[in-house]
């Protein structure tokens, strides 16, 4: 089945970096859309940026710049760098794939920014 993993979450000051990775297994990694979307409390989940197989990127008008999505097909992993953290970036970040015809999503990784 599909399986979603994340990792690379924390407690950081404002200004500061992270690095999150998302391990995938149960499907072909290689040719499908992988994204990263975020949930703060009491809002619904957004979508921060997503990458195509091929490496196509697109990014939340709110990120751009700040975060990188990448990935490496041979690990079956997505990254999501992200830097200049800011306090409204706090929430629980999830990795995502549409895949037999339905979004799997990871259980999550808490991203906490201090001002």
């Known amino acids: 089945q599909v399986q979603l993993v994340e990792s690379g979450g924390g407690l950081v000051q404002a200004g500061g970096s992270l690095r999150l990775s998302c391990a995938a297994s149960g499907f072909i990694f290689g040719i499908r859309t992988m994204g990263w979307y975020r949930q703060a409390p009491g809002k619904q989940r957004d979508l921060v940026a997503a990458?195509?197989?091929?490496?196509?990127?697109n990014y939340a008008d709110s990120v751009k710049g700040r975060f990188t999505i990448s990935r490496d097909n041979a690990k079956n992993t997505v990254y999501l760098q992200m830097n200049s953290l800011k306090p409204e970036d706090t929430a629980v970040y999830y990795c995502?794939?549409?895949?037999?015809?339905?979004?799997?999503w990871g259980q999550g990784t808490q991203v906490t920014v201090s001002s």
């Open positions: 990458i195509t197989g091929g490496g196509s990127t």
């Open positions: 995502s794939a549409y895949v037999f015809g339905k979004y799997s």
